[in-house]
Every structure is written in structure tokens, then in C-alpha cells.
């Protein structure tokens, strides 16, 4: 990578987070693939070249567990999906120029190279570890065969993940009072030897490559928490036979398979490889990305000069994947000596209705659904796209969307391009013959650099609105300057309002192409404009549009009430059957349950789109409290008066706790207080300060430990 500013003199790829082949895709899967897709055609739109690809994940336990219940062998059922995959990412305008699978000979071979290289520069060893075993089946037990207890936050786990917790990586035999899920008895611990990659040799480069890395910021903070202290080692062989085989070269790998972190995003180099084998390494060098000349490139130490030759490798993932990609894949790379990502991108979940997608309850909407409906797959791209910044969650609701397509793109952007084009057509055949004005060309070029800039930021939500920005600023002008009454009165004026209002249509569909190519597409035909918008510049958006053009058909069409209305139901009526069938198994997870992982499982409001900075952060004085006494306010049914001893002093405090908690039982609880929050006066009674809480009963929020009364919040 060079770091140098976009565009650069290196080929790039985008990648996007592999889809695993075992189950059907829903809207929050298809996030990652549309902020990914946009990004690419951004990048290829200021001129860097650009490949997009990604692959299905075909190996792992789920999918074998999952096969054997159907009673096919595990390459079939996933080659199903990743075939189902491959033909619905089209179906979103998700263009990949690789889309290709991990079992495939190229991303094999690929993988096994990996390790070689890691053996032969002594990054792996062996060791005996303690790995779960079903005693009933007397047989070792892979990650997602066991269940049990993180042992970092005491929460519910999978064998190689805290997926309900706190997010971490899991290593065979760390997990707390095993379970086997293949009995639902308890597991026992073996002993079993097994390869490690040493992550401590590449400590100090993991440190260098998060400073260096670009992306969310997610991706760039949260890793450093996990390479602090001694960083452990990580487990790249599994008990199983589906997945790619350890190398028969390399010694002691007998009956092993590679994890499935390992050739998982091994398929992102082999796919960029695919795509140029194809194309040619004229068009498109996938070495000149990914690869780095030079036996001294497989060191632990970073070297300025490292990759400058090289390309820039942008990765798009969710932020549940984000310690895969930030510390054990540049690791992998580094250990090869190949290239380090430029850029990690990580997107934030998908609600449904406020509340959280979860596909174990039905509640969710589905890609097919999507399709099935009927919309155009640009709407939904512009939704997602426009929801929110790319690492802050997003909320799909099928009222929503209504709101804002017909709002925001047939309100607002159809309506002006119509009103335009129709008068142009009507009155001049096309194009009137008159020079754009200086006003106009100026806000064309302010927003061509805007869009330069959110694509250097990677910032797709801007890059979505820019466009829509422009054509409400056309809707003003001309509304504004009314060339209908013009024509006759200033016949030269209207000419010139007209002819700023057909450059400004076209200078959107060279705008909004990135996010709404198929609509780009129909408008630039509607302009008369020869070949297609996606090969053309930035600068187009200021050259001249044809003289002449046939008559415009609206580009957007609204959404009817009845057409939702029929989606919410359809979608409440699937959650309630979910929510009975859940209930008539005893409570658990429904019937049929595919083991597909849900961000969350309570409730939840969207997250807040307005972000604070870290300096208004710090001024938000938050301290360790314990309630000292509580007692009802007179004539509130729902307040209590409480007296919360801070360390510096006591607090009084007025809380709407009395119908959620029983007000004898709180004294001697540990909170958390909001001390530096405005005085207020409720009832008669000064409060000063605000005790924190979830939700709607009022969780109290306390520390896991003790705390002294008084400690900052930090």
C-alpha cells in the first residue's frame, strides 16, 4: 500500500466480508455487500483502478452439521448456497468482477502456500492442547460443537467465539463448562496436538500496522485492546475432515484440516487472482496488490519502503469479524510476505422495526423477499447506503423505506429530473443552446470535490447523498427562477435556466451512479447520452449533455400505502408463528434453528446518528455511587427521593424508579451517577445529578468490581 492520497499510481481491491455458504441472505448480509459495491465504483469513478471480489466461506462445522442432516455431503450443500449467492448479489446491482468459493483449487492451493511459508520461516509450532471431546460419541468436538461459558466475561458462548459477550476469539479449550451439542451432555478436555501460529512474533508489527491502518473507527481501536499484553497464539488446525487439508508436506499435520479462519480470507487473494487469470496481468496484476518481492519481507519488523510498489487492499466487513481481519489476517499476510490492507471498513448491524434482526425469530427481511416484492434493488441500495455512517447500525422498516423513497428519491430527485428534461424536450427538442452559468458550474464542481473527498474518507453515506444534495439544489433553482414563465416574457433567460437544469441532471447521474447504478443507467439514456455511465469520469458531469433527446418517463415511482401494508403484515404474521412455534418447544430457540448467530436478541431502539466527540465525552462527568436511602415523593406515582453518597459528598437526587424497583430494597446499591447533569426541581424536590439505567425497567447500571464511591467514569 502507499498511503498517498486517492487516487493512487497502484491497483486496488475491495473486498467484502465472505458470506457463509449456510443459510439464505437477508438485508443485514446485503449491507456489507452494497457499502462495498458503492465503494468501488466510487474508487473507479475518481480514476483508481479497482477490482471488487469476495467468495463464499464453504468450510467449517456448521455447514457440515448442517449437511448431515440433510443427508448430502458437505462440498453440495454449500456449493447450493454459494450458487444462490452468486446469482442474487446481481440482483442488487452487487457487481463483483470475482466472485468465487474457498474449496475452489486456486484458494487451496493458496492456503496450503500460506503455511508453508509460515513453516518455513518458523512462525508455527505444535503443542498439545486441551480439546473438547463427546464421550457418548467418543469423538473430538470442533468450535461450533461445543457450547459453554466465556472465560473473560462469564456470558454464553460458541466453542470459538463470545458471540453474546464480549466479541472475543475463543481458542480450543478455553471455553468454560463444555457442552457437546451433538448429545447436550457435558464435554470432557483431551489432550491433542494441534498447529500454532505465533502471534507473539508479529506483537510490535500488529502495534505499527494499527497506527498505519485507515477505515472505521472501530476497526482501528478495538483490536488494540487484544494485542496489549502477551498475545496468544492461534490455533490453525481443527479435528474434522471438512475443510482444506494441513499440507502432506510439512510433518505432524496427519488427519488435520486447516481452521477455517485460515483459507477464509485466503479466498479474498485468490479470487483478485481468479480475476486477473481472466482478464490478463495487463488489465489487472493481483501480484502487484498482494504480493511483496523479497525473502526479507517475511519479517516481524516494519520497513518504510515495504509496499510502496504495491497495491491498496480496502476490506468491508461487519463489526462482528473485525479481530479476524485486524489482528490474525495482517499476521497471515505479514508471515507470507505479502502486502498489509490499506483500509478496514467495519459496517454496523441491521435492525428490523427498531428492533434487533434476529433470523431464529423470523424477524427479518429477506433478500428474496425483497425481490419478491418487487422494488427496484436500487431503492434499497440508496436506504442502506443513506441509513446511517457506515459503522452505525441501521434500522429497515418497510414504513421507513416508503418515507423515503418517495420523499427523498421520487419527491426530490425524480421530480426534478422530470420537471427538467420534460420542459427541455418540450420546448427545445433536447439541450437548449446556451452556456451553463457560472452559479451552476460552480456548485457542480463543489460537489465533485465533495465527492473526491468522501471517497477518500471512505465515507459512503456522503457519497450517497451528494447526488440527491445537487438535485435539491436543482429543485430550488429552478423553482426559483420559474422558466415557464419565462419563455415568453425573457426567452434568452428561460434558454439559460433550462440549459443549468439539464447539466445538473446529468451531472447526477454521473453522482449517484456509484450507489444507484441501475437509475444512473435509465437517466443517462434518457440524456441521449452514448454508452454507458458507469465508464465515464468526474469531469462529465460538466460536459455538455446532448443537443437533442427524446421525451423523459419518471425515474422513480412511489411506493403505495396498500403494497406496505401488506409487507408489515406479512412480516408481523412471521414473527408471531415464530414466537408460538419458540414457545411450544419450552421457551427455546424455534424449531428448525440453523444456528445462525443474531447481533442481538432483546428489543433495541436505533442507535443515535449524531456522534459527540472524545473532548465532549470527557466533560460528561459520570462517578461511582451507592444509594444511602429512598423514599417516595409525594404525589408522583412514579419518583422517588434518593440520597446517593458520591465519595465527595451525598446527592440528592430525584429518580422515576418507585413503580420499578422497591424503594426499601435500594439502599446499599452501587450506580452510577450523571453528576455534572443541570439541577433540576421535581415536585418541590432539587435533583442533583441523574442515576444511570437500561431500559425500559430501569437496569440499574454498577461496576463489575468494587469500585471506591467516587471514582470517574472514563
Known amino acids: 500500500m502507499s498511503n498517498d492520497e486517492f487516487p493512487t499510481d497502484q491497483p486496488a481491491v475491495v473486498t467484502c466480508g465472505l458470506p457463509y455458504a449456510n443459510g439464505d441472505l437477508h438485508v443485514g448480509h446485503l449491507r456489507t455487500y452494497v457499502d462495498g459495491d458503492a465503494l468501488s465504483r466510487s474508487l473507479r469513478r475518481i480514476g483508481q483502478q479497482t477490482a471488487f ?5 464453504m468450510h467449517g462445522t456448521p455447514v457440515a452439521v448442517n449437511a448431515a442432516e440433510e443427508g448430502v455431503e458437505p462440498r453440495e450443500f454449500a456449493l447450493d448456497f454459494h450458487e444462490t449467492y452468486a446469482e442474487t448479489f446481481p440482483q442488487f446491482n452487487i457487481e463483483f468482477d470475482n466472485y468465487g468459493h474457498t474449496d475452489d483449487e486456486t484458494n487451496v ?20 492442547i486441551e480439546v473438547a471431546w463427546d464421550t457418548e460419541e467418543d469423538q473430538p468436538l470442533p468450535d461450533r460443537y461445543v457450547e459453554g461459558t466465556c472465560p473473560y466475561c462469564g456470558e454464553q458462548a460458541r466453542g470459538d467465539e463470545c458471540d453474546e459477550g464480549c466479541q472475543r476469539h475463543l481458542e480450543p479449550g478455553e471455553i468454560e463448562d463444555p457442552v457437546s451439542t451433538l448429545t447436550g451432555n457435558p464435554a470432557e478436555y483431551r489432550t491433542r496436538e494441534h498447529k500454532f501460529l505465533r502471534l507473539a512474533d508479529f506483537q510490535e508489527y500488529l502495534q505499527g500496522f494499527l497506527d498505519r491502518l485507515e477505515g472505521t473507527d472501530n476497526a482501528q481501536n478495538q483490536p488494540r485492546e487484544w494485542i496489549e499484553g502477551e498475545l496468544q497464539d492461534l490455533c490453525i488446525t481443527r479435528d474434522m475432515d471438512w475443510g482444506v487439508d494441513y499440507p502432506e508436506d510439512v510433518d505432524g499435520g496427519e488427519d488435520l484440516v486447516l481452521y477455517v479462519w485460515v483459507d477464509a480470507p485466503i479466498e479474498y487473494v485468490a479470487s483478485t487472482k481468479q480475476y486477473s487469470e ?7 496484476d493481483w501480484e502487484q496488490v498482494w504480493k511483496v518481492d523479497g525473502e526479507e519481507h517475511h519479517g516481524t519488523e516494519w520497513d518504510d519502503d515495504w509496499t ?34 490499506r ?37 434499497f441500495r440508496y436506504y442502506i447506503a443513506t441509513g446511517a455512517q457506515i459503522d452505525t447500525d441501521v434500522d429497515f422498516s418497510w414504513d421507513r423505506f416508503q418515507e423515503r423513497v418517495n420523499g427523498e428519491l421520487v419527491g426530490n430527485v425524480g421530480n426534478f429530473i422530470y420537471r427538467s428534461l420534460l420542459f427541455a424536450e418540450r420546448n427545445y427538442d433536447g439541450t437548449p443552446d446556451a452556456a451553463v452559468s457560472d452559479d451552476v458550474r460552480d456548485r457542480i464542481e463543489s460537489a465533485i470535490e465533495d465527492f473526491e473527498t468522501a471517497v477518500r474518507e471512505y465515507d459512503v453515506r456522503e457519497l450517497a447523498e451528494i447526488a440527491i444534495e445537487l438535485s435539491n439544489y436543482g429543485n430550488e433553482y429552478i423553482q426559483r427562477n420559474e422558466p415557464w414563465n419565462l419563455v415568453d416574457d425573457d426567452p434568452d433567460r428561460a434558454e439559460q435556466v433550462i440549459r443549468d437544469c439539464v447539466q445538473l441532471t446529468k451531472a447526477v447521474a454521473v453522482l449517484m451512479q456509484p450507489v444507484l447504478p441501475g437509475k444512473a443507467e435509465r437517466l443517462w439514456g434518457q440524456l441521449g447520452e452514448q454508452g454507458s455511465v458507469a465508464d465515464v469520469t468526474l469531469d462529465s458531469a460538466l460536459e455538455a449533455p446532448p443537443a437533442e433527446f427524446g421525451e423523459p418517463a419518471e425515474l422513480f415511482e412511489q411506493v403505495e400505502d396498500d403494497h406496505i401494508e401488506a409487507l408489515n403484515e406479512e412480516l408481523q404474521e412471521r414473527v408471531e408463528s415464530e414466537a408460538s412455534t419458540e414457545a411450544s418447544n419450552g421457551g427455546g430457540e424455534a424449531a428448525g434453528d ?3 448467530d ?11 446518528e449524531d456522534r459527540i466527540s472524545f473532548e465532549d465525552f470527557e466533560g460528561v462527568d459520570m462517578r461511582v455511587g451507592e444509594i444511602r436511602s429512598a423514599e417516595p415523593v409525594e404525589g408522583a406515582d412514579k419518583l422517588l427521593r434518593l440520597e446517593v453518597d458520591i465519595g465527595h459528598e451525598v446527592r440528592q437526587v430525584v429518580a422515576g424508579l418507585r413503580q420499578l424497583h422497591d424503594a426499601e430494597a435500594l439502599p446499599g446499591t452501587r450506580v452510577i451517577l450523571l453528576a455534572n447533569m443541570e439541577k433540576a426541581e421535581l415536585f418541590g424536590i432539587e435533583s442533583n445529578g441523574m442515576v444511570l439505567a437500561a431500559g425500559d425497567e430501569a437496569d440499574l447500571l454498577t461496576t463489575h468490581e468494587d469500585a471506591p464511591l467516587g471514582t470517574r467514569i472514563k
Open 308 to 341: 510502496d510498489d504495491n497495491g491498496e487492499i480496502i476490506h468491508v466487513i461487519g463489526r462482528d469479524i473485525i479481530q479476524h481481519h485486524a489482528v490474525f489476517w495482517p499476521v497471515m499476510l505479514r508471515g507470507a510476505g505479502y502486502n498489509e490492507p
Open 594 to 596: 440453523d444456528g445462525d
Open 109 to 128: 492451493e493458496l492456503t496450503q502456500e500460506f503455511v508453508r511459508s509460515w513453516v518455513e520461516n518458523d512462525h508455527v509450532h505444535e503443542k498439545e
Open 278 to 284: 481472466r482478464v490478463g496481468d495487463d488489465e489487472y
Open 53 to 57: 471480489v469476495s467468495g463464499s466461506d
Open 598 to 608: 443474531d447481533a442481538e436478541t432483546a428489543d433495541l431502539q436505533p442507535l443515535v
Open 343 to 379: 483500509s478496514i471498513l467495519a459496517t454496523g448491524f441491521v435492525g428490523i422495526d427498531g428492533k434487533a434482526l434476529s433470523t431464529s425469530r423470523n424477524r427479518a427481511v429477506w433478500a428474496d423477499e425483497y425481490l419478491d416484492a418487487g422494488f427496484h434493488p436500487d431503492l
